[in-house]
C-alpha cells in the first residue's frame, strides 16, 4: 500500500500541526508518533472525495504491525471515518497514528490535519 508522508510543525509552545496532504485512494499516512501529546487531539479532513471517498483514522501501539480505528470522544463513541469534509476531537492517544484512504476514485485528494496539545 502507497505511503504519503506528513508535515508536522509547532504552532505555538505546546501545540503541534500534523497533516497528510493530498492522500489519494488505496494511500495511509506515513505514522506520526503522538504518544508525546496529552488528550487534547483534533483532526479535520478536507478535499476532494471523489466518488464514495473515506479516510478512517487509525492508531497502533505494537510499533504498527496491528492498525484498529481510532473513536471521537463524542457522545456517539462514533468512528474516526470521514466521508465528507469535517472536525472532530478524540482522546484515544496511541503509539503511532496514521489516516487510512480505503475508498474513492482517481480524483480523491483527501487532506488530514491533526492538532494536538503537548
Same mark, same amino acid.
Not at 500541526?17 to 492522500?23: F, G, I, Q, V
Not at 504518544?35 to 483534533?42: C, F
Not at 469535517?86 to 475508498?103: E, K
Given at each position: 500500500?502507497?505511503?504519503?508522508?506528513?508535515?508536522?510543525?509547532?504552532?505555538?509552545?505546546?501545540?503541534?500541526? $500534523?497533516?497528510?496532504?493530498?492522500?489519494? #485512494?488505496?494511500? +495511509? @499516512?506515513?505514522?506520526?508518533? /503522538?504518544?508525546?501529546?496529552?488528550? *487534547?487531539?483534533?483532526?479535520?479532513?478536507?478535499?476532494?472525495?471523489?466518488?464514495?471517498?473515506?479516510?478512517?483514522?487509525?492508531?497502533?501501539?505494537?510499533?504498527?504491525? $496491528?492498525?484498529?480505528?481510532?473513536?471521537? #470522544?463524542?457522545? +456517539? @463513541?462514533?468512528?474516526?471515518? /470521514?466521508?465528507?469534509?469535517?472536525? *472532530?476531537?478524540?482522546?484515544?492517544?496511541?503509539?503511532?497514528?496514521?489516516?487510512?484512504?480505503?475508498?474513492?476514485?482517481?480524483?480523491?485528494?483527501?487532506?488530514?490535519?491533526?492538532?494536538?496539545?503537548?
Amino acid at each position: 500500500m502507497p505511503v504519503t508522508s506528513q508535515i508536522s510543525v509547532q504552532l505555538r509552545k505546546k501545540v503541534v500541526k $500534523t497533516s497528510w496532504l493530498a492522500l489519494p #485512494n488505496g494511500n +495511509t @499516512g506515513n505514522p506520526e508518533a /503522538f504518544g508525546r501529546y496529552a488528550s *487534547r487531539l483534533s483532526v479535520q479532513v478536507t478535499g476532494t472525495f471523489g466518488a464514495a471517498g473515506s479516510v478512517t483514522l487509525e492508531g497502533s501501539n505494537d510499533g504498527g504491525t $496491528t492498525w484498529v480505528t481510532l473513536f471521537d #470522544n463524542r457522545g +456517539t @463513541g462514533a468512528a474516526l471515518t /470521514f466521508t465528507t469534509a469535517g472536525l *472532530r476531537s478524540f482522546t484515544d492517544v496511541p503509539a503511532l497514528i496514521r489516516p487510512n484512504v480505503t475508498a474513492g476514485d482517481g480524483t480523491t485528494a483527501l487532506n488530514v490535519i491533526i492538532t494536538g496539545t503537548l
